[in-house]
Nanobody
């Protein structure tokens, strides 16, 4: 069973940056498309971004495009979410999720379904002055 662990969350001031990591334990992440989601208290889960298994395609939702960047290092079985120019409305618990799909060319296909098989426990991001 693929297990995902997120890290890198914390408290940051508006305009600041954080880099989240999503690391797979015991199994390689090479053949998995990965998505990032977030959920704020009292709100529904929201898709944030995604990346294909080989990293050649990424997508960011309108709320974060131009500020958040998704990348991966398959040698380290890790996917990253670089978050810049953070805003208070970015405050949420951030989750990564993975779905085995080595031939996926557009990661948004999986992101829109939201039916990833493997999910992490999340890491809290708080943007506040």
């Amino acid at each position: 069973q693929l297990q995902l662990v997120e890290s890198g969350g914390g408290l940051v001031q508006p305009g600041g940056s954080l880099r989240l990591s999503c690391t797979a334990s015991e199994f390689a992440l090479d053949d998995y498309a990965v998505g990032w989601f977030r959920q704020a208290p009292g709100k529904e889960r929201e898709a944030v971004s995604c990346i294909t298994s080989d990293g050649t395609n990424t997508h960011a939702e309108d709320s974060v495009v131009g500020r958040f960047t998704t990348s991966r290092d398959n040698a380290k079985a890790t996917v990253y979410l670089q978050m810049d120019n953070l805003k208070p409305e970015d405050t949420a618990n951030y989750f990564c999720a993975a779905e085995w799909n080595p031939q996926l060319m557009l990661c948004i296909v999986e992101l829109q379904k939201g039916r990833y098989t493997h999910w992490g426990q999340g890491t809290q991001v708080t943007v506040s002055s």
